[in-house]
């Protein structure tokens, strides 16, 4: 009598590993996204904060935004992503946890609070060519703005209005 061997299953459902030991995500793996980042709230798992978007997607809005939440992603792509001079009127309010969170550009001075350090290197621009490839500053931020990247409720004002005359306004 011969005994057949029963192969087991691999514990990760099979896929490739990379170098590391770990799954190697296929290009159209779905991930859950934060958009306030569990760090950063206290519950963070409430309704409209989590979306699901590819592995690919998820790793490049964190290459170029790491932890930050949207309101700080606006204030980001305003200092580090857009010309000097870009903006004419720049008014943003939101509402995180209770606490409201304010930032208003006056006579298109450029003083930005202190926040994580940041530099554009070249993973970064990548990144974020795959994300806003073609799209102009203020479409970028709009987005960023839009439910995709931020919950619902998030920003209780926004007024944004670019040198060219394009605006982006909640109110």
Same mark, same amino acid.
């Given at each position: ?13 099979? /896929? ?11 290009? *159209? =793996? ?12 206290? =519950? ?7 979306? /699901? ?21 606006? *204030? ?33 001075? *450029? ?7 940041? /530099? ?27 439910? /995709? ?6 920003? *209780? ?15």
């Amino acid at each position: 009598m011969t005994v057949k061997r029963i192969k087991k299953k691999k514990g990760n459902g099979g /896929r490739p590993h990379n170098k590391r030991g770990g799954c190697k995500k296929p290009k *159209l =793996y779905k991930t859950r996204h934060h958009k306030i980042p569990r760090s950063r709230v206290v =519950y963070p798992d409430f309704d409209g904060n989590i979306i /699901r978007i590819s592995y690919e997607t998820h790793k490049d809005w964190h290459k170029v935004f790491t932890n930050m939440t949207p309101f700080e992603a606006v *204030l980001c792509v305003m200092k580090f992503w857009s010309p000097p001079k870009y903006f004419k009127h720049f008014e943003l309010v939101c509402c995180l946890e209770g606490i409201e969170l304010s930032f208003k550009l006056k006579h298109a001075e *450029l003083v930005i609070p202190a926040f994580v350090p940041y /530099r554009k290197h070249k993973g970064r621009v990548r990144a974020w060519e795959k994300l806003f490839s073609g799209k102009t500053i203020i479409s970028v931020i709009e987005e960023i703005i839009s439910l /995709r990247w931020s919950p619902p409720g998030f920003f *209780l004002r926004v007024n944004i209005v670019s040198q060219k005359g394009e605006k982006v306004t909640n109110s």
